[in-house]
């Protein structure tokens, strides 16, 4: 569903009108945002120790073409095609286990 927004003016000299100000519109263009979010995930790191440790590494998210990872700590932006595909990226040399955890999931599902 494509949608654009167009500002009416007439040659009275009202004010523009905008299509948000139509609650039907509104409620449709949020239908689409909901439809079309991105699901969101972290990359929850295990480190062996000492000490052992949980952390975050890296937040995602998924888009109809792909996946995009940013590392917390910056410097880290990755386009990949699945969210498990992050994971090889935070192994550290096989010191550590990632797991993907999505936003609203139950336990890393």
Do not use: C
């Not at 263009?29 to 590494?57: K, N």
């Not at 935070?90 to 286990?97: D, E, F, Q, T, V």
């Amino acid at each position: 569903m494509a949608m654009s927004l167009t500002l009416v003016d007439d040659e009275n000299g009202k004010e523009a009108v905008s299509l948000f100000d139509d609650p039907e519109i509104v409620s449709g263009v949020q239908e689409l945002v909901d439809d079309q979010a991105p699901r969101v995930f972290a990359v929850v790191q295990e480190t062996f120790g000492p000490p052992e440790d949980l952390q975050i590494v890296a937040w995602g998210m998924t888009t109809k073409t792909g996946v995009e990872v940013i590392s917390v700590h910056g410097g880290t932006r990755m386009g990949l095609q699945s969210a498990e595909s992050a994971l090889m990226f935070y192994r550290s040399g096989g010191r550590a286990i990632p797991r993907i955890f999505w936003v609203g999931g139950k336990g890393g599902e």
